[in-house]
């Protein structure tokens, strides 16, 4: 699948999503542009392929690595259940099983809110995963 992805968001994809924000940041503020004199063919056309070559492939990129840590926090979260782990000793479980269940984004352990009772990871992309599960801007998973 990578295959069919140019260069730069190969590049992106294949980092890992702990380099990702600050790919993104680093070639968002170079911007993009045509030269000025191109614009005389198809000014409308340009301008559109501009602004869409700027944000539809960093929200790709973004929704892969968020499906990721979604997969990885259902994965804890079915562990979590099959092993039988107190609400209290969850933060530590959390903090142990880190490096293959963790958050992809930070490297660290998956959120844990011990009020609700949810893991969760904050998603990235602007229009997917976002608000499940009753907190804005997360993606939660409650335990049963």
């Known amino acids: 699948m990578e295959l069919l992805l140019p260069?730069?968001?190969?590049?992106?994809?294949?980092l890992g999503p702990q380099r990702f924000e600050a790919l993104r940041a680093?070639?968002?503020s170079a911007g993009r542009s045509f030269p000025f004199w191109s614009a005389l063919y198809n000014p409308h056309g340009k301008r559109l392929l501009?602004?869409?070559?700027e944000s539809a492939p960093w929200e790709y990129v973004a929704r892969m690595h968020?499906?990721?840590?979604?997969?990885?926090?259902?994965?804890l979260r079915a562990l979590i259940g099959a092993q039988g782990v107190a609400s209290e000793d969850v933060p530590q479980?959390?903090?142990g099983d880190a490096k293959r269940y963790g958050d992809p984004y930070s490297g660290?352990?998956?959120g844990w809110d011990g009020e609700r009772r949810q893991l969760?990871?904050?998603p990235r992309a602007t229009t997917?995963?976002?608000d499940v599960g009753g907190v804005a801007r997360r993606f939660s998973a409650g335990l049963i």
Do not use: K, P, Q
């Open 50 to 53: 501009v602004e869409l070559a």
């Open 120 to 122: 969760y990871f904050e």
């Open 7 to 14: 260069s730069n968001l190969r590049t992106a994809a294949s």
């Open 108 to 110: 660290g352990a998956m």
């Open 93 to 95: 479980f959390l903090a």
């Open 128 to 130: 997917h995963l976002r």
């Open 26 to 28: 680093e070639l968002e």
């Open 66 to 75: 968020d499906l990721d840590a979604a997969f990885r926090l259902v994965a």
